[in-house]
């Protein structure tokens, strides 16, 4: 549904590693026993590379009762994941394919490489062309095809990170850095999940009948721009120009009553490993105090990730958050700039948490991209988190 995004007024873990330029603020500690699977005899990432993880994930009673407006495409995405399990040999499946009520491995995404937080699921290169193929089959089912797009414009990042060499770079790749699982049987009338991801991306697509879940979901860009074939591959542009956009139209009294005063953030304060569904206290901006233009930047920027969904379920979605605008608030820590290292966007309602920031690259010289979109209502395709 983002192709239908309407633009408006010109606008469209604390862990440092040697291996990688992202760092979060989710995790303060190393562990190799945080691997999701660690009793499976496939943990995540079907036994590819990697050992310790920085991420802790605590395993949490995951339902499937959250409070989807519905609209899902079931049953495409049902026969795209049938085609493709299907594709697979026993060996190659057993690697894939999940019980539903995995939830620990459920919880396995990040924003960090795969050979630092291993994922549940195959890895791409593990797959031939035609199964690849049908990999990627599901995901267009599933998702927006801009969406799609976004998702090979992360991918072909790390295949620039890798090109550029030096320790760790062999860790990167389109292919052996990105993994889909797929969690239950699938099915139009019981839950199953979708689960695709790995360097600066995850997709955690849970449906139940005509209800569909996107989050969490995690998209990031290092480096922001970068070129490729001879184009500028911009793989966030929507979401950062969107979220900054929203920003900028402030008046100096509404953007000195958005700030963010709780404390100042290097990272996303609810990314991967925060599954407790406890979210911050509410701070910044009313959106009930904006008027009709700032409040379509809004919905602009909320539309950048909640329209990643395939059309009808994406509209039923925009239409809950448009309904609960005036009990939504936006926020900014730190800096604003597009290009400022720490600049920190947030918006937060009843239902919808997006966060965003520019975060220090150690691969590249300058900022590059995290932001997570998180639904309190239905993350995981449910009510309770906890």
């Not at 005509?210 to 979401?239: I, N």
Request: with cysteine; charged share 20%; glycine share 10%.
């Amino acid at each position: 549904m983002r192709r239908h995004l309407a633009v408006t007024s010109g606008t469209v873990l604390s862990v440092a590693l040697v291996v990688s330029g992202c760092g979060s603020s989710t995790s303060t500690t190393s562990s190799p026993s945080a691997s999701a699977a660690a009793q499976r005899d496939h943990g995540p990432g079907g036994g590819g590379p990697g050992g310790g993880s920085p991420q802790q994930i605590t395993a949490v009673d995951l339902n499937t009762g959250g409070t989807s407006p519905g609209g899902a495409n079931t049953a495409a995405v049902v026969k795209a994941v049938d085609a493709f399990l299907a594709t697979l040999d026993t060996a190659q499946r057993e690697k894939a394919d999940y019980e539903f009520s995995d939830n620990k491995d459920r919880q396995t995404w990040s924003n960090f490489p795969a050979t630092t937080v291993p994922r549940p699921g195959i890895a791409l290169s593990d797959l031939t062309t035609d199964q690849r193929k049908a990999a990627e089959a599901v995901l267009q089912a599933a998702l927006d095809p801009a969406a799609v797009q976004q998702n090979t414009a992360i991918r072909t990042a790390d295949d620039y990170l890798s090109s550029l060499g030096g320790q760790g770079a062999d860790g990167f790749g389109s292919l052996k850095d990105y993994f889909i699982a797929v969690y239950g049987q699938p099915s139009a009338t019981q839950p199953f999940m979708v689960q695709f991801g790995g360097h600066h991306l995850a997709r955690n697509l849970t449906y139940n009948g005509d209800k569909v879940s996107q989050t969490p979901q995690f998209v990031g860009s290092e480096p922001a721009a970068f070129e490729s074939g001879g184009t500028t591959v911009e793989p966030v542009k929507a979401e950062s120009s969107a979220m900054f956009g929203m920003i900028a139209a402030l008046e100096d009294e509404q953007k000195a009553a958005a700030e963010i005063t709780s404390g100042t953030f290097d990272d996303l304060l609810m990314g991967p490993g925060k599954d407790s569904g406890v979210f911050p206290a509410a701070e910044g901006l009313p959106v009930s105090k904006l008027n009709a233009d700032q409040k379509k930047l809004v919905m602009t920027a909320i539309q950048a990730y909640a329209g990643d969904l395939d059309d009808d379920a994406g509209e039923k979605l925009m239409t809950t958050y448009e309904s609960q605008l005036n009990q939504t608030r936006i926020g900014w820590a730190n800096n604003t700039g597009p290009a400022d290292e720490n600049s920190y966007i947030r918006i937060d309602g009843p239902s919808v948490w997006i966060e965003f920031i520019n975060t220090r690259s150690m691969s590249t010289p300058n900022i590059h991209f995290h932001s997570v979109y998180r639904d309190k209502t239905n993350d995981y395709g449910s009510s309770k988190p906890s």
